[in-house]
């Protein structure tokens, strides 16, 4: 018997070796689209915020959440082992010009070791400042508590006993410290919003210095909300996409993965993903009018809170169940705080309740902060079937891919083949970190997807759009990953009973009914997906924000009727004219229509830039109403968050332009001024004198003449130069010193295809 068990595991590990040896094979034969998961920190994380130094200074990363900086362009170097966070410097400062650095290090390493770190440092007499940050929990390997007794007036004594000096404790002010803390003496208490100034203080200071940066780990705060256990402040983040510029100075600010593309007929926007939102509300910051607070009601409820659609499945057929002959592999893939793990948790719960054999391996790391995670499942008629807990390469029987990104990685489709592994992929695509960096981010889906669909077959491969259905129908997208699940289940793939799963999720004990309803629209969407995409997104009136073009004419003549609303026809009929001239040019060429669509574009986006009047007239729409209305319901209040140019409070230290908060009573001033618009451009607009309406104004003279030019030489050769020329407003982008910083940048980038275009007719010419 144990030498049949020894061969059974002998041999389970040279079929893997084989599937892997083949799989490298095929992979290295194929040239693939590579797209990472990297892990980030998540919205409202207290290392986005601690992190940051000011400009010219330099920090040190160590092990932990903040080791993420070293490649989010922080001014962040070097990593060491647990307890070594600073070390480092002991050794590099007397060989360097650099005469002081911060570093990092994470309140669990603190406790575990750190402060031996800071001991050795104060000892070696460098010039230096920790930044301790107190976030109340081990947040990179799933959020357990601190090990021993420990809060940050602790942290103050023993750092001042070792000779710490001076230490400023700096605190998110949305989180009241307790009462009763005795801090260390000399310690000051300064506010989030002063960290920059506080560090720039430190900096200055020789010896050891400390910051101790108090604020609860973001992904920790919405756990505990959920389970009523922290403040849920009533206070949401809304995005007017119609008023948005898609600048990404929002990513900027607040480097949250919350904020998301939103594509829509007059470009990319942003809007907010209110079930990942950590209500951090630092995407304020970005410096764009299109920012709204909701403060007060509640978010609606899915589609699925009424029974409308489940009358219509009432005889939902079970599905045919696997005889479990042979050990069973699931594979679940999809990112860090979006219940992966739980998924696998529940299918082995499920497993053991019917007497079955189950393991369950969770390839976690920095999942925490939107990384990828994995978790690995074996089920098997008794546990003396299982020899290991890892779904071997090539030997997973289904793969519940909860994330496009994690399906298509290396580590997943390894552990798919062509006969027997079934694929059920979300669709659904969310952003990677490369959004916060590259506003002009795309993901490369049809790839990704195809890369799939070459390893598992085309015939063991569904892409579902479980997010956005999940999310429609529950109004949140947590749903998504039970949503596939019980999708996976109805197809026959889950070798488990319906009653043992319901049960799982019963021990599980949190948000059950809501499980349970997203396992069950899982089921209906794999017996009819056709009608439950009708029932979760119905017909409706689409914004014309929001619905695209079907072809040249209709392009144009949605952008002839908006500047007819924005400004008056002889305004629009300026834009219509040169847009024609541009398509007769290109006609007589008969070489197709991209030029006038690349100038019907942009011209337009240069015409209807945004000032005062036209933020007024977006809002004033009934649209915009509209989409609060089908948001929120309850007694809510909208605050508006602006710098308006007579108001406006310039930064202190950068001079820049700041914003500031308005109450409701905005909304009638905003149809008030919506109705001057006539006064754009006449001696009586007061907001026209400014240096960006000059700019503005003169942006549009200006491509008028760069478009006649380019139609005075177009050819064959020169037309593609000729079209990226007249799409340069495309990344003339955002208000402000926003837009002033993106305009130098297209600026600089049209001169160089300019002359580039003159070079190129100029040789024609000689020809």
Known sequence: MAKLGLDQKMGDRYRERVAYL????????????????????????????????????RAMAGIGCHFMALWMDRNTATFTHMGGEGAPWIGQAPFTSCPHVFANIGDGTYFHSGLLAIRAAVASGVSMTYKILYNDAVAMTGGQHVDGPLDPAMVSRQIAAEGVSPIVAVVDEKEPLPAGLKWAPGVTIRPREELDAVQRELREKKGVSAIIYVQTCATEKRRRRKRNEFPDPPKRVVINEAVCEGCGDCSVQSNCLSVEPLETEFGRKRTINQSSCNKDYSCLKGFCPSFVTVEGGTLKKGKAASSEGEAEFAFLPQPEQNLLDRPFGILVTGIGGMGVITIGQIVAMAAHLEGKGATVLDMSGLAQKFGPVMSHVRIARAPEELHSVRVGAGAADLVLGCDLVVTSGSEALSKMNDKSTQVLVNATVSPTAEFVKDPDWQLPGTHLQSDIVEVAGAKNVEFVPAGKLATALMGDAIATNMF???????????????????????????????????????????????????????????????AFSRNLDELIARRVEFLSAYQNSAYAARYSTLVERVRAAESRLGAGTVLTEAVARYYFKLMAYKDEYEVARLYADPSFARKIEAMFEGDYKLKFHLAPPIFN???????????????????????????????????????????ERRIERRLIADYEQTVSGLLEGLDHDNRKLAVEIAGIPEHIRGYGHVKRRHLDEAKKKEAGLLAAFRAQRSAARAA
Request: charged share 20%.
């Open 22 to 57: 083949e799989f490298k094979e095929k992979s290295l034969a194929r040239p693939r689209v590579v797209a990472s998961r990297l892990p980030y920190f998540c919205s409202g994380c207290p290392h986005n915020t601690s992190t940051q130094v000011p400009e010219g200074s």
């Open 649 to 691: 409070r310039p930064d202190p230290r950068t001079g820049e332009a700041s914003k500031s908060q308005f109450g409701a009573w905005m909304m009638p001033a905003f149809r008030i001024l919506a109705k001057l618009k006539g006064l754009r451009g006449t001696a009586l607009d007061i907001f026209g004198y400014t240096e």
């Open 484 to 546: 596939m699940l019980g999708y996976a289940y109805q197809k026959g793939w889950v070798p488990l009973a319906e009653s043992s799963l319901a049960r799982a999720i019963e021990l599980n004990g949190v948000a059950v009914e809501f499980n349970k309803k997203a396992f069950l629209w899982g089921r209906y969407a794999a017996a009819d997906l056709a009608r439950v995409e009708q029932l979760a997104t119905p017909a409706e009136v689409i914004p014309i924000s929001q």
